[in-house]
């Protein structure tokens, strides 16, 4: 058992170092793509994982899910800014470019301060795209439910701690809790366990299985619907589990209303 629990994290860690480093590049990652690239090229080189139950790695992708903090339950998506990926194009540009000067040259200073703006111009992108998402967010809907990431806990774990602030989540949250704070909406944060993929929104049933390559969720209650929607919505109606900042009842349809 404490194999297992020691595996999952390592996937979920590598899964956040996978997602951020694809992010970077200009890709769009998605739990289900890391997990195919992990099965075939990365599983191979680690054979003690073949000895344990292979639903372990699989289910860590799944937890990998934190990444919809951009599925809204009403189906609003955010994506990736082009200005972002574009300067983060540009670093890995700045930093090769480096690499290539002689060193104690006139050069290499000028290239080094060259990428230390480009790192300082893609910091600002970042913080200023998750500003734009947790205004929005705190301004528009009068509550909001995400997913406990259990950022403590995983601050012990220093490689782990970098991928998350690498990705922003912890600032996403710290800027949600004193927007929602600002304007008057409810935060809930919701278990990050609590397992919002299998369950259905409309019934309330919890699948035993649901394979990743399900895109769609279908339920026997006659609901259908994209599983990240779904999960989204299920997140909105069920604000149970630890709930830090909630104060009142849960989301009622996440649908929001504006509050303009
Ligand atoms: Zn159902």
Request: charged fraction near 10%; proline fraction near 2%; glycine fraction near 10%.
């Given at each position: 058992m404490a194999r297992h629990a020691g595996y999952s994290r390592w996937v979920f860690n590598w899964g956040l170092k996978a997602w951020s480093v694809t992010y970077k590049e200009g890709l769009k990652p998605t739990a289900n793509k890391l997990k195919k690239f992990y099965t075939n090229y990365?599983?191979?080189?680690?054979?003690?994982?073949?000895?344990?139950?292979?639903r372990v790695y699989q289910y860590a992708f799944v937890d990998?899910?934190?990444?919809?903090?951009?599925?809204?339950?009403?189906?609003e998506v955010f994506p990736n800014l082009k200005p972002y990926r574009k300067a983060a194009k540009k670093l890995s540009r700045l930093h090769r470019n480096l690499s290539r000067k002689v060193k104690g040259s006139k050069n290499r200073t000028k290239a080094r301060i060259s990428l230390a703006s480009q790192h300082l111009k893609v910091a600002n992108l970042r913080r200023d795209y998750l500003h734009k998402i947790t205004s929005y967010l705190a301004k528009n809907f009068s509550s909001i439910v995400i997913e406990d990431l259990n950022v403590k806990g995983m601050l012990a774990n220093r490689k782990l701690a970098k991928a998350i602030s690498e990705l922003g989540f912890y600032e996403f949250r710290r800027q949600l809790e004193y927007k929602c704070e600002l304007y008057g909406s409810k935060l809930t944060i919701v278990d990050r366990w609590f397992p919002s993929s299998k369950t259905?929104?409309?019934?309330g049933l919890i699948k035993k299985e649901l394979s990743l390559s399900e895109r769609i969720y279908r339920c026997e209650c006659g609901l259908e619907m994209d599983r990240d929607l779904n999960a989204a919505k299920v997140l909105a109606n069920q604000a149970v589990g630890?709930?830090?900042?909630?104060?009142?009842?849960?989301?009622?349809?996440?649908s929001g209303r504006s509050r303009k």
């Open positions: 990365v599983k191979p080189h680690y054979s003690w994982q073949s000895q344990l139950s292979s990998l899910g934190i990444k919809t903090l951009a599925t809204l339950s009403n189906g259905c929104s409309r019934c630890y709930t830090v900042l909630a104060c009142g009842q849960s989301a009622a349809d996440g």
